[in-house]
């Protein structure tokens, strides 16, 4: 007889009772949300490769470093100052970072980016010049580059964004500009 009520038991719990025609039944859950502080990035300073001349016959390129330790020139590029400085322009991109404090984050950042071009000698549209090797670096993380972040306990971080510019033999005098976009969001 054990057995048989221990069986009758098991069924009577996996089934769900009904109410009967007339009758009704109500529960009660719960419903939560925590508001925080929204993240928010302010750009601080551009991403500069400072001034270079061209080879005629050789592509080079300029890469800048991500933790604000200057420029590497490669191939045909070359610093247009003495001395490599790049003529004291050379900077990686900032950005400051603001939120909850003590959330982390992740950073988005393109790969790769184009230049556009105007002529210094009359004012029309140079070749576009690729920007890629984009790397980002985050103070939260003692200089690793890396696409989490960590907001200390005011809410901040800082990014630092550099890479390689991308010059082909014979570039012509020209100003050039891109727009190197970022998104945090919390993790």
Same mark, same amino acid.
């Given at each position: 007889?054990?057995?048989?009520?221990?069986?009758?038991?098991?069924?009577a719990? !996996?089934?769900?009772? #009904?109410?009967?025609?007339?009758?009704?039944?109500?529960?009660?859950?719960?419903?939560?949300?925590?508001?925080?502080?929204?993240?928010?990035? /302010?750009?601080?300073?551009?991403?500069?490769?400072?001034?270079?001349?061209?080879?005629?016959?050789?592509?080079?390129?300029v890469?800048?470093?991500?933790?604000?330790?200057?420029?590497?020139?490669?191939?045909?590029?070359?610093?247009?100052?003495?001395?490599?400085?790049g003529?004291?322009?050379?900077?990686?991109?900032? #950005?400051?970072?603001?939120?909850?404090? !003590?959330?982390s984050?992740? /950073?988005?950042?393109p790969?790769?980016?184009?230049a556009?071009?105007?002529?210094?000698?009359?004012? !029309?549209?140079?070749?576009?010049?690729?920007?890629?090797?984009?790397?980002?670096?985050?103070?939260?993380?003692?200089?690793g580059?890396?696409?989490?972040?960590?907001?200390?306990?005011?809410?901040?971080?800082?990014?630092?964004?550099?890479?390689r510019?991308?010059v082909?033999?014979?570039?012509?005098?020209?100003?050039y500009?891109?727009?190197?976009?970022?998104?945090?969001?919390?993790?």
């Open positions: 007889m054990g057995r048989l009520i221990l069986a009758f038991s098991l069924a719990m !996996g089934t769900p009772a #009904f109410a009967a025609s007339g009758q009704s039944a109500t529960a009660q859950g719960q419903a939560q949300a925590v508001i925080v502080t929204p993240i928010i990035a /302010v750009a601080l300073g551009d991403l500069d490769f400072g001034a270079l001349t061209s080879s005629r016959t050789a592509s080079g390129s890469t800048v470093n991500p933790d604000g330790s200057g420029a590497v020139y490669a191939g045909g590029a070359a610093a247009a100052c003495a001395g490599g400085g003529c004291g322009g050379i900077a990686p991109a900032r #950005f400051r970072v603001s939120g909850e404090a !003590g959330r984050y992740t /950073v988005s950042a790969l790769a980016i184009s556009t071009g105007t002529l210094i000698d009359g004012g !029309g549209r140079a070749p576009d010049l690729a920007i890629d090797a984009l790397r980002v670096h985050l103070d939260s993380h003692a200089g580059v890396t696409s989490i972040g960590q907001l200390d306990a005011r809410g901040e971080d800082r990014i630092a964004i550099g890479g510019l991308n082909p033999a014979g570039t012509v005098p020209a100003h500009r891109a727009t190197l976009t970022i998104m945090v969001t919390y993790s």
